[in-house]
Every structure is written in structure tokens, then in C-alpha cells.
Nanobody
């Protein structure tokens, strides 16, 4: 499964961005997706997750501001980011895992088999 992210940019605090992740290589009906981010000098952390059923989870730091969605017809998942803060600046990665990992906590990075190359989000005035 290949994942390609896009949509990262420089944005002012309070602004919005929509990240996209397009998948190729396997049917997505049984695939769950996560968005992770990594800032310089920090560990990679989970931001949002959407299961193959469409159930969602979010990190506390982004609840109410970010929304993850999926469109199986387009083989894609999206991360809508609103009210962006400087601390949201990071490289954002899309990741995918199969149905066999459905009971593994979504923040477990090693439960995701496929990763995109990352897209840079910078929030600064």
C-alpha cells in the first residue's frame, strides 16, 4: 500500500489547512488510517484516527479543531485542520493499517504497516 500526502503549507495562526492522503495498492474497505506528526526534537505523535468503520479518535490537543474523514471511492483520507496554532507546526504523516490491528490502540505507531513521506505544516505569523 502506497500513501502520498499533500496539502502542507505555511499558514498564519488561526488559519486552516486540509491535508490529503491518497492510497494505492489495495482495497481500502478494511483499512484504517491515522495521521501522525513529528516536530523537530520531538517524538512522532498520533493526531487523529479513522477506522475502517468510520469511527474516529483524536489527540486531546486537537479535539474540536481537527477532523479526519475518508472517501473510499477516492481511495483517500483527509485531515481538516482549523484554528491552527504555532505548536501544530510539524511534519504530518499519513499511515494505514489492516483490520488485524483493529484492537490495537490507535496511537501505537508500530501497528501501522504503511506510511507516507510526510508533508510540512508551519504555523507562523
Amino acid at each position: 500500500l502506497q500513501l502520498v500526502e499533500s496539502g502542507g503549507a505555511l499558514v498564519q495562526p488561526g488559519g486552516s489547512l486540509r491535508l490529503s492522503c491518497v492510497a494505492a495498492g489495495v482495497a481500502l474497505d478494511h483499512t484504517s488510517f491515522g495521521w501522525f506528526r513529528q516536530a523537530p526534537g520531538k517524538e512522532r505523535e498520533g493526531v487523529a484516527y479513522i477506522s475502517h468503520h468510520g469511527n474516529t479518535n483524536y489527540a486531546d490537543s486537537v479535539k474540536g479543531r481537527f477532523a479526519i474523514t475518508r472517501d473510499n471511492a477516492k481511495n483517500a483520507t483527509y485531515l481538516q485542520m482549523n484554528s491552527l496554532k504555532p505548536e501544530d507546526s510539524a511534519v504530518y504523516y499519513c499511515a494505514a493499517r489492516g483490520i488485524q490491528a483493529i484492537y490495537v490502540p490507535w496511537r501505537r505507531i508500530d501497528s501501522f504497516r504503511s506510511w507516507g513521506q510526510g508533508t510540512q505544516v508551519t504555523v507562523s505569523s
